[in-house]
């Protein structure tokens, strides 16, 4: 197969004075001519008939000609693939090849179909589809038709400063959506769609502040066991979903999925083994640190033969809303959420002495340096300390 350029192929002349550039493929002595999608129309001054590429006057010149190097490796990379595969191709598979390519969407689209992507096959929690919707979001804010080939540390850079300037984001913040942004450019790579640039992100320096956050004191958490909710046993079961999650360190949407085979007895003492929705690591938990929380599980599965440990979960959307009312009826001016109970959690088994390695093992996390963070030294630690093997009275 061999390739080359070719403007304004048909001789046309017409008032605008700018013409198509398009590939030439010539395979068995048989040609084709392939319109190159997206690639503006030039006039005659800006193309090099010699070299076959666009002119030193052009003023894009070095960013055109390197549009025009990728669609003619984009193909060789095609028909080399396709002959490691003993196929014979003709002018007819190129030209489908080539013509039905996502390279036609733009970044956007192919960030988009990818995201229905995961909705269909449920293959993200709900927090990571809302941080790749709101990353959408941010991306068609910024430029709703980015092309593949114009993905470049340049335009990486642009849409940090847009999240700086425009949405006032912090560094935490625009880590997350750029991270998200290299998956998403990690994809369109494996789907060929881009050459792979590993240096693409490589000039973004994000200073990420340390999170501020929020936990309840001893006194708050036994503020909220102890308040009277008789007659509201929607508020009821949000409470003792709230006191098993400070008990525990599970986000809600893990306690939702939480069945007997996940409680275990050892040695006469309870324990929850499991995997994280958000990672798939495992965690185990020492759930026989808090009685009351082994109180919990019991009355629940006293009441129904469902085999999940607590039944008639809701949304997380719907659990938030009903921990605001938790919240005001209790008198707790803290912002209760998923969060608060795990930070709680944390907050308590570092004040009871465990190791850095043992609280990152019950929390589930990929990397110990997360939970790093949480051992900076704060009041609560130091009024709360306790020796790790007793039993915490909540």
């Known amino acids: ?11 046309l002349n017409n008032k605008s004075g ?18 190159i999608f997206g690639f503006p129309k030039l006039e005659k001054k800006y193309w090099d008939f010699e070299k076959k590429c666009v002119g030193n006057s052009h003023p894009h010149q070095s960013k055109l000609n390197s549009i025009l190097n990728r669609e003619k490796e984009k193909l060789d990379r095609y028909y080399i693939d396709e002959l490691d595969k003993q196929r014979i191709l003709n002018l007819k598979d190129i030209r489908h090849f080539y013509e039905n390519q996502k390279e036609r969407e733009s970044f956007n689209e192919f960030v988009a179909m990818n995201h229905k992507k995961y909705i269909k096959d449920n293959e993200l929690e709900h927090r990571t589809f809302q ?10 804010d910024f430029n709703a038709h980015i092309r593949f080939y114009e993905l470049s540390r340049e335009l990486v850079i642009d849409f940090n400063n847009f999240l700086i300037k425009k949405k006032k984001l912090k560094g935490a913040s625009r880590k997350k959506y750029l991270d998200k942004f290299k998956v998403m450019y990690k994809e369109a790579a494996k789907a060929k769609l881009v050459a792979y640039d590993e240096l693409l992100f490589d000039k973004l320096k994000i200073k990420v502040e340390h999170p501020i956050r929020t936990a309840l004191t001893i006194d708050e958490i036994k503020k909220i066991r102890d308040h009277e909710l008789t007659g509201n046993p929607a508020l009821l079961q949000c409470r003792d979903e709230f006191m098993f999650m400070c008990y525990s360190g599970l986000y809600y949407g893990d306690l939702r999925k939480l069945k007997e085979g996940n409680l275990v007895l050892h040695k ?27 109180d919990i599980i019991k009355r629940y599965k006293d009441t129904t033969e469902d085999e ?12 938030n809303v009903k921990l605001k009312g938790l919240a005001k009826a209790v008198g707790i001016k803290k912002n209760l959420t998923n969060k608060v109970a795990r930070h709680s959690f944390t907050d308590l088994m570092i004040a009871s002495g465990e190791k ?39």
């Open 131 to 140: 941080v790749y919707r709101t990353f959408l979001t941010h991306l068609n």
């Open 268 to 294: 006469e003492k309870y324990v929850i083994s499991g995997e994280r929705s958000k990672n798939n690591n495992r965690f185990i938990i020492p759930i026989y640190k808090f009685p009351q929380a082994i």
């Open 356 to 394: 850095e390695q043992m609280v990152s093992k019950m929390l589930g996390h990929t990397k110990t340096e997360t939970t790093r963070e949480y051992y900076n030294m704060n009041i609560e630690h130091l009024i709360n300390s306790r020796f790790s093997d007793q039993v915490i009275d909540l």
């Open 308 to 319: 999940y440990l607590f039944p008639n979960t809701i949304s997380d959307q719907k659990f």
């Open 18 to 35: 700018k013409y198509t550039v398009s590939i030439r493929v010539n395979v068995d002595g048989k040609s084709d001519y392939l319109k």
């Open 1 to 11: 197969m061999n390739l080359s350029y070719v403007f304004n192929r048909n001789n």
